[in-house]
């Protein structure tokens, strides 16, 4: 278990990733290493009166590091709520919100193709971190300084909390996937050009940001965290244009229309033995079958279930062995997009096709996705073919 939940809001559950119970000790730590200096530096500028000898007795230090850190992360999963209630208000309905290592993800289970809409959703999280920077450091203002411990303890986090979030309003503002900024940057792009175009736009000034970044973090700062956060925009970047692309791409394709169908799929028996099942995929060049018993799909076979019998055994173990019978099915017409999304969600290569009435009517594979989408690509037809009912069929290889 990579992520586990830790409570709801407005009926969205909110989940923890592991590598945030690491980012977590790591700020308060970070931040009460630093208390002297921080406090030095609000007292320069906003004449806050922090008296450094009350400030770093004993043990106070960790704690306001540790009261700063469950601040700052709970000002993200505001942040994330402030995007999701908006999303909520459209129409989008929102999956989860995640702590990970990077901060907060509200995970929309679509993308709102409007600009307007993304526009809003986009700028509420934003919006809601300079709320909540401006609201503590009018707390922060508003409490005079008392010399007393737990006064001065509660205006060091409010100091703190006032900078930070609007500092995260900025830094999710900059206008490249996938922060905020660079939705914003999409929306208004979106509104005289295709969503795919914008889209691509958006990504390259994401990556463009993303190398920058990095080259800070690696040369002027030399910095392991915004090396990898550099890392980590780069890559959402380039998913982002290639998750648009082939959405754009798909738009009314069906999985029958790009499966390879039943009576093209070669099946195996169960009772085949691993050496011959091996000969198979060498001779064919396949490396995934449906293992079929008396006409009804029972399994599905790849070269590392095979590979998984040590050479010597081959002959004694059969398919039925070493087969997988957890298989996954979608329908003929499910579109090809949640397909995809279910290949990837589960880690695996292939899907039955099945039908209600007619049973196992096909495979869909990943190779079957990437050869259709090189083909819709190349043909430049970006269009659901439109006013007939039968599609044009891409079927690759047909
Ligand atoms: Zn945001």
């Given at each position: 278990?990579?992520?586990f ?14 590598t ?9 730590w970070?931040?009460?290493a ?13 004449g ?58 509200a ?7 409007d600009?307007r ?43 703190y ?29 979106a ?7 914008a ?18 973090g ?21 998913s ?27 099946t195996?028996?169960?009772?085949a ?6 000969d ?19 399994g599905l076979?790849?070269l ?6 040590r ?22 017409e ?5 397909a ?6 589960r ?10 009435r ?8 990943r190779t ?9 690509k ?21």
């Open positions: 278990m990579r992520r939940r830790i409570g709801s809001a407005f009926g969205i559950p909110i989940q923890l990733d592991l945030f119970l690491l980012v977590l000790p790591l700020f308060a970070l931040i009460g630093q208390v002297e200096q921080w406090g030095g530096l609000v007292n320069d500028v906003w806050a009166g922090f008296d450094a000898a009350v400030l770093t007795t004993g043990a106070l230090p960790w704690l306001l590091g540790i009261a700063s850190a469950l601040g700052l992360f709970t000002g993200v999963v505001l942040h994330e709520l402030g995007h999701s209630l908006v999303a909520k208000r459209y129409g989008f309905p929102i999956e989860s919100i995640t702590l990970w290592l990077f901060g907060g993800i995970q929309l289970t679509e993308m709102p193709e600009w809409t993304e526009l809003y959703i986009a700028v509420a999280g934003p919006v809601v971190s300079v709320i909540l920077g401006g609201l503590s450091y009018v707390a922060f203002v508003s409490i005079p300084a008392t010399g007393s411990i737990l006064v001065e303890s509660v205006r060091f986090v409010l100091s909390l006032a900078v930070v979030n609007v500092a995260l309003a900025i830094f999710n503002l900059m206008p490249g996937f996938p922060m905020d900024g660079g939705r914003v940057l999409r929306a208004l792009l509104r005289t050009r295709p969503y795919a175009r889209t691509q736009i958006a990504a390259e000034v994401g990556k463009g940001f993303a190398i920058l970044l990095g080259l800070f690696l040369l002027a700062a030399f910095n392991p965290f915004l090396i990898a956060l550099a890392f980590f925009i780069y890559i959402g970047a380039a982002e244009a290639q998750q648009t692309t082939m959405r754009a791409a798909f738009e009314g394709v069906e999985v029958q229309d790009i499966m390879t169908p039943a009576d093209r799929v070669q195996v028996s169960p009772d033995s691993v050496a011959d099942l091996i198979l995929m060498f001779r064919e060049r396949h490396t995934g079958y449906p293992v079929e018993r008396d006409g009804e799909i029972v076979v790849t590392e279930d095979a590979r998984a019998v050479d010597v055994e081959r002959d004694a173990y059969t398919v039925g062995d070493v087969m997988t019978t957890d298989v996954h099915a979608v329908g003929p499910s579109d090809v997009m949640t995809l999304g279910e290949l990837e969600d880690s695996i290569g292939r899907l039955l096709v099945h039908d209600d007619k049973g196992f009517v096909g495979l869909l594979t079957d996705v990437m050869t259709a989408l090189s083909i819709i190349e043909s430049g037809r970006y269009e659901a073919p439109s006013g007939t009912d039968e599609p044009e069929v891409i079927r690759p290889g047909a």
